[in-house]
């Protein structure tokens, strides 16, 4: 074996190890810094401009975006997931309250009386034998189920808080770099990527478009779906609708429930109570004007803009949140991106071959 082989072996081989150890280092805190990087290139259009208008000051400015992050991202979320705590809390004492004086059950047996339910109970037993079967106690021991559930995650999320502003620190802190350094970062990315010229600004010309299309289309889609949200809320007559549908919106973000897990529960809860009509059209309204906004412009949006199919979006987001947790939301379509433009630049390399 010469020796340049043995000397390219050797560096690999040190290579290999030294990233093996820079991520066992950074593990801790890749969350963060996934964060840092996401909000970082979703602000840089201001960034850039206010960068512009102080004439090249990069610490200011990086100072200022930070702070502008905090006010108008990080503050009102934190603020919405405290409020939705205590919302969920309340609510639970509410079901054990109506346990105990017994409303609940009187609610449901009232439920049980009406012609729709009494004539769907009547079709199942021409084919199931609901002797045996008592639904409205089924049905009162999974709210009292779903309500003591929704009570623990709660206690669990208000307990988590220190590890939350932990991570929230060192994504603030990752986050004023990325504004200060963020153009000498990435043209030090661009030295160490081993591929030609055109096919490395393909790559990054991706990234940049599946992150602007999931992080723009996404905060769009939360926006219409929050005021659809609201407006719901206040045309029924229902408490606080400027902050649930604020809660909807931010919601809209998880591609399993969703803004469903707002309204879903709201109208089973009207329901309970007794004022059906308004259950009822609350769920007409989640299903057929909130949803659907979601159903129609988030492929138009995301997908058509990417290039992705719809289908393969879908499971990507999934995957990346059971895989990354929140910021897979992102993290996953990004790595589809990644593995579709390398299979595009294979092709095109054999096409030229």
Known sequence: MKREHIFLIFILLLVFLSVYYLYQILSPFLAPILWAILLAIAFYPISWRLQRLLKKKKALSALIMT?????????PASLLVLSLAYEVIDFYHEIEEMLKTGRLQSYLNQIGELPLIKNVLQRLR????????????????????ISTFLFNQTS?????????????????????YLFKDGDHFLSKIKEVIP?????????????????????????LIAILQGILGGLSFWVLGLAS??????????????????TAIIWGPAAI???????????????????LLIGTVDNL?????????????????????????QAFGMIGLVVGPLIITFFLTLVEIYIQGIKEF
């Open 195 to 219: 591929l030609p010229s055109k096919e490395r600004e393909l790559i990054l010309q991706r990234f940049k478009e599946m992150v602007s299309a999931t992080i723009y289309g996404g905060i």
């Open 67 to 75: 702070v502008l992050v905090v006010v108008v991202i990080v503050l």
């Open 156 to 176: 669990n999320l208000l307990r988590s808080i220190s590890t939350f502003f932990v991570g929230f620190f060192f994504t603030l802190l990752s986050l004023y």
């Open 241 to 258: 609708p400027i902050f649930w549908g604020t809660a909807m919106a931010f919601l809209s973000f998880i591609p399993m429930g969703g």
């Open 126 to 145: 021409e084919y199931v034998d609901l002797s045996q079967v008592d639904p409205l106690n089924f049905l009162l021991k999974n709210v009292q189920q």
């Open 297 to 321: 412009l988030r492929p138009l949006l995301v997908s058509a803009r990417t290039n992705i199919h719809p289908l393969l979006l879908f499971f990507s987001v999934l995957g990346g949140i």
């Open 269 to 287: 809860f009207l329901l309970i109570q007794g004022s059906y009509l308004k259950g009822i059209l609350l769920l007409g309204l989640g299903v």
